[in-house]
């Protein structure tokens, strides 16, 4: 069972609202990873999480913060969002967490959840 | 510098028709992995093959073939006897050494297949 599951699938905010993305496997995947995707471009990290800790942060805006509650959840919490921040929003998991070995070790695949379509008014 | 290329940004066939979609890379590492990823207008990425960089064996997968060629740094892809449900975007991927185990892509601009009934 390869399934990362991500609600809600579709998100309309104003810039003043605050709200929250949600994502769950149940691969027992130890990393996870928010990815920002606009049309017709290949995704970009925001963040990923290792072992529950943050250990990517690719220079993201504060209006973004992560949150992993437990190895299985991962939150993507925003506020003051700006019409430019729509996007396709995904969740990503893999099997080992990083830590592990020295760099240029074995990489994971990562598996990925559906997606949610946010909308900034 | 690392970085994937994918030359053709859209491919249009007919259905029943073979494509393939290519992929070229730069990496200064000895030792990496490559993915293609199929992404349908649903917006899921569907993880489709990883490959690490000592498996030169080309790999088939029903209609799907990849072919591994390291003295040329490519790894395309192949759909014999294309259908519809083809249709999305494919990206490939290749693994970035700077980041050591927490598993940072690099990722190629995608080619956009569109296979016509």
């Known amino acids: 069972d390869t399934e990362v599951t991500q609600t809600p699938k579709h998100l309309v905010m104003g810039m003043t609202n605050k709200k929250s993305l949600k994502c769950e496997q149940h691969?027992?995947?130890?990393?996870m990873y928010w990815y920002k995707q606009k049309a017709k471009k290949p995704p970009e990290l925001m963040f990923v999480y290792s072992y529950e800790k943050l250990s990517i942060n690719e220079s993201v805006p504060s209006r973004f913060s992560p949150e992993c509650p437990n190895s299985s959840l991962l939150n993507l919490h925003l506020h003051a969002l700006q019409p430019e921040d729509s996007a396709l929003y995904l969740c990503a998991s893999s099997r080992s967490g990083g830590g592990q070995g020295l760099a240029g070790g074995p990489v994971d695949t990562q598996y990925f959840g559906p997606g949610t379509r946010l909308t900034v008014l | 510098a690392q970085k994937v290329t994918q030359a053709q940004t859209e491919i249009s066939v007919v259905e029943k028709e073979d494509v393939t979609l290519d992929c070229v890379y730069e990496t200064r590492d000895t030792t990496y992995y490559l993915f293609w990823y199929k992404q349908p207008p649903s917006g899921e990425l569907v993880f489709l093959i990883r490959r690490n960089s000592f498996d030169e064996q080309n790999e088939i997968s029903g209609r799907y073939s990849w072919n591994f060629q390291k003295s040329t740094s490519s790894f395309n892809f192949t759909i014999t006897a294309s259908q519809v449900v083809d249709s999305a975007v494919y990206f490939c991927?290749?693994?970035?050494?700077?980041?050591?185990?927490?598993?940072?892509?690099?990722w190629g601009l995608g080619t956009s297949l569109a296979v016509n009934p």
């Open positions: 991927a290749l693994s970035d050494p700077n980041a050591g185990n927490n598993r940072k892509l690099i």
């Open positions: 691969m027992g995947h130890r990393a």
